[in-house]
């Protein structure tokens, strides 16, 4: 399995050798270092830890300092799939990743607070006649006159965004390995600055 993690960078067109013009989002992957390689005899699954970034090393604490020998990196993510010939302290680049290749991103969406029914879970809200008043984007009814309480799981309103989202099939269209952009054919999860993960 393929994977890197990557930055949110912003989102542009990209013109394509067809003439076609596509959305496009720019990541910046930086080289991730392997941290951990874990076996199915030693540990019982196999996985391989990764750290990327830089971080203070006042901020980190000092069971992870000895376990990276000392490397501040600022976020360690662990990927279920097999080391392989990797060791401790090899290099991974976005070059692992060409163009054409189908991956998924996943990120944190963006946060938009406590938000109402219509917007949250696009309800219709009251109808605007027959003497109806301060009912334009009220929920309506949510519970039964029999069970006398709120099913679980009703939709109403409450706090949006902040999740975690996958976005799958999504296309690269450019990697250049000099400065680690991918390019990645339309939008993926949460803001600029967004960290995310992707995996092909």
Not at 92 to 108: P, T
Request: net charge positive.
């Amino acid at each position: 399995m393929k994977f890197t993690l990557a930055t949110k960078q912003h989102m542009t067109q990209f013109f394509g050798e067809d003439g076609q013009v596509h959305p496009a989002t720019v990541l910046l992957a930086t080289p991730m270092t392997v941290t951990q390689v874990k076996t199915l005899e030693k540990d019982g699954y196999e996985a391989i830890q990764v750290g990327t970034g830089t971080q203070k090393v006042s901020r980190i604490s000092k069971a992870e300092l000895g376990h990276t020998q000392g490397a501040g990196f600022k976020r360690l993510k662990e990927f279920r799939t097999p080391g392989g010939d990797l060791s401790i302290g090899a290099t991974i680049a976005c070059d692992i990743f060409q163009k054409g290749d189908v991956v998924s991103v996943s990120g944190v969406s963006k946060g938009k607070g406590f938000q109402g029914v219509m917007k949250r879970w696009n309800f219709t809200g009251g109808w605007g006649q027959h003497g109806q008043k301060h009912s334009a984007r009220e929920a309506g009814s949510i519970g039964s006159t029999g069970q006398q309480r709120v099913n679980r799981g009703k939709k109403m309103a409450g706090r949006m965004g902040s999740d975690m989202i996958t976005q799958k099939n999504l296309t690269i269209l450019d990697v250049d390995t000099t400065t680690g952009l991918i390019l990645v054919r339309g939008a993926v999860p949460g803001r600029r600055g967004t960290f995310v993960e992707i995996k092909g």
